[in-house]
């Protein structure tokens, strides 16, 4: 099956998970069955502890559910080995953190190309793409900038620019807005309805703010550990 394709960029089934506490386990996934269509906004909102990170972190191929399935643009994650789910990951999801994750010793030119270099791509073409996005999110002025000379807004629309530089099929973003303020906040969140309006990105972001969840196409919460059957947009 090719890309185009399919139908839906996530799709979750049964998927369980939990960790050892002590001498038992706390379930923190209970059974989610989920699915984002591609080109979809689709956010998750819950109170801290529901299971939303852990729910990102399984999209991602950072860790293993104990059951269930879990797919990303058709591949089953659970069946690629660990250098497998490595390339995977470098080539086809980009990551977006509340705390940006930029390295403070480059600029963020250099910030911004480095997953395509790490992708294989050769210094020209990583640079290109990456003084590319920068550009369109509106840091053409200040790519030779290192993140400390940089705003809280700047330093997150750097970090997308660096989630993108692959082309990802999935963005994921956990509490893109939550080191920001209202403002900056809003233009992020704007930036991630342009991305999808004119790029057709798949975008799966987590929120605890249910007036953020309602600016995506799609919001589902997430409640001790399964999927509440509500779209909350329609709340």
């Not at 379930?27 to 109170?47: D, H, K, M, P």
């Not at 920068?134 to 290192?146: A, C, N, P, S």
Request: aromatic share 4%; proline share 3%; with cysteine.
């Amino acid at each position: 099956m090719s890309d185009n394709a399919i139908k839906y960029i996530v799709e979750t089934e049964k998927v369980f998970r939990s960790y050892p506490v002590g001498k038992s386990r706390v379930e923190v996934l209970r059974g989610v069955s989920w699915q984002v269509a591609r080109g979809e906004w689709s956010c998750l909102f819950g109170a801290s502890g529901c299971g939303k990170t852990t729910l990102l972190n399984l999209l991602g191929g950072l860790e293993k559910p104990d059951s269930g399935v879990v797919r990303v643009a058709g591949v089953n994650l659970a069946s690629l080995g660990r250098r497998a789910a490595a390339k995977f990951r470098s080539e086809r999801v980009g990551f977006v953190f509340q705390s940006y994750c930029l390295l403070p010793e480059l600029n963020i030119l250099d910030n911004a190309a480095l997953p395509a270099r790490l992708a294989g791509k050769s210094a020209g073409e990583a640079v290109e793409r990456a003084a590319a996005l920068l550009k369109m999110m509106g840091l053409d002025r200040r790519l030779r900038h290192r993140p400390a000379e940089l705003s809280g807004g700047e330093q997150q629309r750097a970090a997308i620019a660096r989630a993108l530089v692959n082309d990802p099929d999935l963005l994921l973003a956990d509490e893109p807005t939550g080191n920001l303020d209202s403002r900056t906040g809003r233009e992020v969140l704007e930036l991630f309805a342009r991305l999808r309006a004119e790029r057709g990105q798949s975008i799966v972001m987590i929120t605890h703010n249910r007036d953020i969840a309602k600016l995506a196409d799609r919001s589902s919460e997430l409640v001790d550990g399964e999927i509440s059957p509500q779209n909350i947009s329609e709340l």
